[in-house]
């Protein structure tokens, strides 16, 4: 079946504009959380949806970044004035009520020049 | 917070050698999962561990999980080229969102 997909896979965008990147999970998993992985280093927590609310928050690193998921599947990660620094590869994985494996998708490459 | 951390960061091996990374975390698990990550690609998950002192194996690859529930490795017997890649352990905190570790690249050569 489909796994995760991600959209776009690369985006470059200047500093101080808006992005938005877009997950698909997998169908019927309920949970969908968000990661950003810079090079060299291990994907790091953003966000958690279970369902259409947003369970846990507290990897956001500041009010410029939000993320939906209005209809409890697609969701949408914004970011707003994007800085240098927000650039990473930013990762959706996807799971299964009650199960802990995740499944990820391809990723979005953000590059902020 | 939960920290995880690996060891080590970077690993070369002749193929045909065995490999191990290890695995601490700050704080007790309920659980650790591994992940593979190939070069340009996605975490793949690999398995979970639950129970104190678990072993489990796939293949050339044997995993365990700590007595205290705070440390794992995973070793893989006589390597492959396709064992090529980066190997994350993840600890899960609040609502199942994973705590990564920083990492184990393995690189091998044939």
């Known amino acids: 079946g489909a796994g995760v997909s991600q959209t776009p896979s690369n985006k470059v965008t200047e500093k101080g504009k808006y992005v938005e990147l877009r997950c698909d999970p997998i169908s019927g998993h309920t949970a969908l959380y968000w990661y950003r992985q810079s090079l060299g280093q291990g994907p790091e927590f953003l966000i958690y949806f279970q369902g259409t609310g947003a369970a846990d928050d507290s990897g956001l690193p500041n009010d410029r970044f939000f993320a939906v998921r209005p209809e409890g599947s697609v969701s949408t990660l914004k970011i707003q004035r994007t800085e240098r620094g927000d650039s990473a590869v930013y990762l959706c994985a996807s799971s299964l009520f009650g199960r802990s494996e995740q499944y990820f998708g391809p990723g979005t490459r953000l590059t902020v020049t | 917070g939960q920290q995880v951390m690996q060891i080590p960061q970077y690993q070369h091996v002749q193929e045909g050698e065995d490999f191990t990374t290890y695995c601490n975390s700050s704080?007790?698990?309920?659980?650790i999962q591994w992940y593979k990550q190939r070069p340009g690609g996605h975490p793949v998950f690999l398995i979970q561990?639950?129970?104190?002192?678990e072993v489990k194996k796939q293949k050339r690859l044997t995993f365990q999980f700590g007595e205290a529930k705070k440390n794992s490795s995973l070793h893989i017997t006589a390597t492959q080229t396709t064992d090529v890649g980066t190997y994350f352990c993840a600890g899960p905190g609040a609502g199942n969102m994973l705590t990564f570790g920083g990492g184990t690249r393995l690189m091998v050569k044939p």
């Open positions: 704080t007790t698990l309920s659980n």
């Open positions: 561990l639950v129970k104190s002192g």
